[in-house]
Structures are given as C-alpha cells and as structure tokens.
C-alpha cells in the first residue's frame, strides 16, 4: 500500500485490537482452535441470522470444504455439473474441478455481476442436470438467488459473500438462510482476522459434518461423537476418523480479532454503503462510463468503472496513477481467459458481457476509510475523464 495515497484498503486493525490481542497473548496457555474460536463462531451467527458458524483458515478454504461436505451429504458424484458465473474469484472455480465436478459457466449481468438472466435460462434447458449452483456476490452486490432457483428449481444453492459482508436481499443479510454461505476476513476485506474464512449454515447435518473434515475428518469433533465411538469400539475413539478431511483450523489469535472487530462491522458497512451512493452519481453523470444501477442492498467492496471504450479505461488508470490512486481490474474479468483454464462459455452471444468488464473495467477501494476528501477527488477525476 506504500505510495498509495488512495490505496484498496487501509489496516483495520486499531490499537485497541492489538491490545486485546496482547492481552490475550499474555494471559491465556492455549493459541490453537479453542474457546475464543467458538466465541467468535456464535457471535457471528447471532450478528448473521443463522444457526451454526465455523471459523476457518480463509474464504478460499471455506469454500472448499463447503463443497466438500455438500457433495458428501448430498451424494454428489464425480463429474457432476456445477453452475458458476464466469466472473468470480478462482477459489470459488478451483474447487469444483479439484474436487472431481463438471463446471458450467455463464455469462454475468453488469448490474449487479451475477448470472445473465437470458443465458442463465439457455443453460437451464441445455444442462438441466444441473446439480449444484454456486452464487457468487461480488463487490458487495447482493445476487438474486430467488430467481435463479425458478430456473433451477432441484439445484442445491450455495453462496460466496466472501466480499460482501452484511449485503441484504429482501430485508434479510445474505447467507442468513442458506444451505452454506462462506465469508472472508482477509485483510482487504470489510473486517479482518489477517486471514480467516467463515461458513455459515442452517444445517445441523452439515455444520457437523463440515467440523469433521475442518479436523481432519476426527469423529471427536462430532457434535454425536458417542454415537461413533460406540458403533467403532475396536478403534481407540480419540484417533476415529469417520469421513476425509483437513486441518483447515484457525487460531484463538484471529477469534480474537475477530470479536474485536465484529463490533464495528455495522458502521463499516454503512459508511460504505455512503460512499457508494456517491460514486453512483458521480459515474452516472458521466458519458464516458456505462451506467451504474444502484442497490440498496449494498454492502460496497469496492467502486468499480466500466469504460465506454479501451481508450477511455487507459485514460482513467493514468488519471488514478497521477492521482495515487491504487487499482485493480474488476476482480479477475472473464477468468476462462486465464491460461490455467481450459473452459469455454456455451452462448450464442457475439459479445460477452463478462468480456466487456474484462476489456473495459477497473476497480478503486471503498472502506470506512473513504471520506469526503476522496470522493472530491474522484468528482474531479471522472469529471476530467
């Protein structure tokens, strides 16, 4: 972030975090997964709106043991087919193939960088076999999932609000009522535990399984451990291992910070939700920029901009990097551009939407950081574009 004087993302962690970090450091004899984990685990599920929470060592981790424990419970098979947006993060992607799946991709809308409607209903007839569909809400616009379900009514529905904490749809925080919904508390990220992920479900089955493959897959972490001991008394039950799994634990040290900072996440998000009502008016008087629609459900990661042209786009990184403004494309663009994938979008279409954000779009850091004195500035920039 050096240089930056306008940088993605600034340290969220205050003195009085490290205080209690220190505090805890010098007055507790356990570090590894305990007590503290826990504490964090329900204050997010109660800040949430759901019913079990587990604390991870990343986002991207969370979403590979969520896939994992849906394709056990669920009885998913080896090449089973995946919806997914082609815009996303690629640990949303990596796990489907990792894990032996068949992913399909669709093309996104660039209202709110979700499923394209009309391509989404194409693939619905074309793949109705679908099995599992993972949503992603990027940015900090929440997806809407209801519609989506009307195109695939027997798909399982899971959610990555990686980016995206405290978004609402229809009244209610995304991920409140969901089969699974991971979160991420890296550092650029609305809250942060350096690194750390979070799952949250409604699913009582699920949320045990998924704390045995968190440990290993140790029938001990079993909220029903009895209940395996007894049906395996010729194996010594400290060391039973009732399903594969990995030691994706996190620390007390992250909860910690964690509970610090989930305190405050409320007046995060609605100073970034502030600052996003801003940069809307500023882009949409704009005729050098696609027109931004406005969501009220918000929890803004970011404020992105999609050029008219690549001309304008090379104007606007030189007017940031004159400025000291830090930026990014559009989290990855169209990711089956990457050369690591050799996956195709199935369309029709002559031009992809999700190769307009790839060609055309870029992306600054909103946080709580931003204030009016950035938002001046980015008036002046847009205006000078």
């Not at 609605?270 to 600052?275: I, M, P």
């Not at 104007?315 to 551009?337: A, H, T």
Request: hydrophobic share 35%.
């Amino acid at each position: 972030m050096k240089g930056y004087k306008w940088p993605l993302m600034k340290n969220t962690l205050t003195f009085m975090d490290r205080a209690k970090l220190a505090k805890f450091i010098l007055t507790s004899d356990k570090f590894t997964q305990g007590q503290k984990v826990q504490e964090f685990e329900n204050e997010w599920s109660k800040w949430l709106g759901c019913k079990h929470s587990l604390y991870v060592t990343s986002g991207s981790t969370a979403n590979f043991l969520l896939v994992a424990a849906v394709m056990e419970k669920y009885n998913l098979k080896k090449g089973d087919k995946v919806l997914l947006p082609a815009c996303t993060w690629v640990t949303n992607i990596n796990p489907i193939f990792q894990l032996g799946l068949t992913p399909i991709f669709c093309d996104i809308s660039l209202e709110d960088y979700s499923f394209d409607l009309s391509e989404m209903e194409k693939i619905s007839k074309k793949h109705p076999d679908i099995k599992l569909v993972f949503v992603t809400h990027l940015l900090g616009i929440p997806a809407n999932v209801p519609i989506y379900k009307s195109y695939f009514p027997d798909a399982i529905f899971i959610d990555d609000v990686c980016e995206s904490h405290g978004c609402t749809m229809f009244g209610e925080k995304v991920g409140s009522n969901s089969i699974g919904a991971t979160f991420s508390f890296y550092f650029g990220h609305h809250m942060s535990t350096i690194e750390g992920g979070m799952i949250s479900t409604n699913d009582s089955e699920l949320y045990d399984l998924m704390k045995m493959k968190r440990s290993h897959g140790l029938a001990r972490a079993s909220d029903i451990f009895d209940y395996y001991a007894n049906n395996n008394p010729d194996i010594q039950k400290s060391f039973l291992f009732v399903t594969d799994g990995y030691n994706f634990r996190n620390t007390e040290l992250g909860a910690v910070l964690g509970l610090s900072q989930l305190k405050r996440l409320d007046k995060f998000i609605e100073k970034r939700r502030k600052n996003y009502s801003k940069y809307v008016d500023i882009c949409n008087r704009s005729s050098s920029l696609e027109k931004i629609k406005y969501n009220t459900g918000n929890s803004s990661f970011c404020f992105p901009f999609i050029c008219k042209s690549k001309k304008i786009k090379e104007k606007l990184i030189s007017l940031f990097e004159k400025n000291g403004i830090e930026y990014r494309p559009v989290v990855g663009g169209n990711l089956l551009r990457q050369p690591y994938l050799n996956y195709k979008i199935e369309t029709d279409k002559d031009v992809l939407n999700v190769d307009m954000l790839h060609d055309n779009g870029i992306y600054i850091g909103n946080s709580q950081f931003v204030g009016t004195k950035e938002i001046n500035l980015l008036d002046k920039i847009i205006k000078e574009l």
